[in-house]
Nanobody, 118 residues
């Protein structure tokens, strides 16, 4: 089964930056999309950004212009560059990967904590 390993979370001041990384244990060509979700205490998990292999990207409105998602095909990895961070971005961030139709899967990482505070 596919495994996702996440890193890059931590504590940052408002206006600062972090880069989250997620690497899959499967060849990139088995993956159709990779994305990032987040969940704050007392709130539901929400989509932050998604990247389609060979295609485009989508972002939730609250992060547009501040966050950038990208994929590295050689490493079967996805990154989330987070700039101009706000306290409302504080949450646990989870990586997600979905497989192509020939070998469908839907896998989640363990989560990484992002805290934005002065």
């Amino acid at each position: 089964q596919v495994q996702l390993v996440e890193s890059g979370g931590g504590l940052v001041q408002p206006g600062g930056s972090l880069r989250l990384s997620c690497t899959a244990s499967v060849n990139i060509f088995s993956i159709s999309s990779m994305g990032w979700y987040r969940q704050a205490p007392g709130k539901q998990r929400e989509l932050v950004a998604v990247s389609i292999r060979g295609g485009g990207t989508n972002y939730t409105d609250s992060v547009k212009g501040r966050f950038t998602i990208s994929m590295d095909y050689a490493r079967a990895a996805v990154y989330l560059q987070m700039n101009s961070l706000k306290p409302e971005d504080t949450a646990d961030y989870y990586c997600n990967a979905k497989g192509i139709a020939a070998g469908r899967f839907d896998t989640w990482g363990q989560g990484t904590q992002v805290t934005v505070s002065s």
